[in-house]
């Protein structure tokens, strides 16, 4: 079968990787340790699928990648000290799994995707407090007239 040689692994974190920034960090790590095709996925609440162009040969880069994911990832919970993962059991990675895939995109690619999307999660933020501003507006227009 042809295809591109690809290396699959799972960053879990038992009690949540929702709103943390996991895929960004994923993102942005693959790309500082210059990996140039990539993609990190939801699966469910607590996992993160990392699908990365690279081949047997390259398992130490992948496992220098998976720490360093990990160690960012740390780091991002300790800032978050309200998030529910804050003192609970460390994340951790899958083993690595290497496979020919039909196609990986381009980091650059899967880079632009998350910041659209995480665009539209705070564009949806300030319409929210646009309703707010509204509702304090017409609070106060009630509260004059009595």
Same mark, same amino acid.
């Given at each position: 079968?042809?295809?591109?040689?690809?290396?699959? +692994? +799972?960053?879990?974190?038992?009690?949540?990787?929702?709103?943390?920034?996991?895929?960004?960090?994923?993102?942005?790590?693959?790309?500082?340790?210059?990996?140039?095709?990539?993609?990190?996925?939801?699966?469910?609440?607590?996992?993160?699928?990392? *699908?990365?162009?690279?081949?047997?040969?390259?398992?130490?880069?992948?496992?220098?990648?998976?720490?360093?994911?990990?160690?960012?990832?740390?780091?991002?919970?300790?800032? =978050?000290?309200?998030?529910?993962?804050?003192?609970?059991?460390?994340?951790?990675?899958?083993?690595?799994?290497?496979?020919?895939?039909?196609?990986?995109?381009?980091?650059?690619?899967?880079?632009?995707?998350?910041?659209?999307?995480?665009?539209?999660?705070?564009?949806?933020?300030?319409?929210?407090?646009?309703? =707010?501003?509204?509702?304090?507006?017409? *609070?106060?227009?009630? =509260?004059?007239?009595?």
């Amino acid at each position: 079968m042809k295809g591109i040689q690809a290396a699959r +692994f +799972f960053i879990e974190n038992k009690h949540d990787v929702q709103k943390v920034g996991l895929r960004t960090i994923a993102i942005s790590t693959m790309m500082d340790l210059n990996f140039k095709k990539g993609t990190a996925t939801n699966i469910k609440d607590t996992k993160v699928e990392i *699908l990365i162009q690279a081949n047997k040969d390259e398992k130490k880069r992948i496992e220098e990648l998976q720490k360093e994911i990990i160690k960012r990832l740390e780091i991002r919970l300790k800032k =978050l000290k309200s998030h529910r993962s804050v003192g609970k059991k460390n994340p951790n990675c899958s083993p690595i799994v290497f496979e020919v895939v039909q196609d990986i995109p381009d980091l650059m690619w899967s880079s632009q995707s998350l910041q659209l999307d995480q665009t539209g999660e705070g564009v949806i933020y300030l319409r929210k407090l646009d309703k =707010l501003d509204e509702i304090a507006e017409t *609070l106060a227009k009630i =509260l004059k007239k009595k």
